[in-house]
């Protein structure tokens, strides 16, 4: 039900863009978010956008990540700018509505000189 695409291998200082498509729920009324996982570490959030459009942007990719949501292409994207190498993860894609809560299949990020 989502769909992450976007990930890749580029160097330090440049810039991916992540998307993210939805089908089968009903994407207006779902929180959407970002989430990394590196390796050895434990999973963790990236962005959320609100279906009311509030952002909550981890700490680490302020100013440099931006989150965004297309409801009426029932996408959201992740535009991430001068990524660093300890960008590199796993992203996943995550749909949140009250007691229901869906992840993508995570896209590769590498970010490595």
């Known amino acids: 039900q989502l769909q992450a695409s976007g990930g890749g291998l580029v160097q330090p200082g440049g810039s991916l863009r992540l998307s993210c498509a939805a089908s089968g729920i009903i994407f207006s009324f779902h929180d959407m978010g970002w989430y990394r996982q590196a390796p050895g570490k434990q999973r963790e959030l990236v962005a959320i956008?609100?279906?009311?459009?509030?952002?909550n942007i981890a700490d680490s990719v302020k100013g440099r990540f931006t989150i965004s949501r297309d409801n009426a292409k029932e996408m959201v994207s992740l535009q991430m700018n001068s990524l660093k190498i300890e960008d590199t993860a796993v992203y996943y894609c995550?749909?949140?509505?009250?007691?229901?809560?869906?992840w993508g299949q995570g896209t590769q990020v590498t970010v490595s000189s």
């Open positions: 956008i609100s279906s009311r459009g509030r952002l």
């Open positions: 995550n749909a949140h509505w009250v007691r229901n809560e869906y």
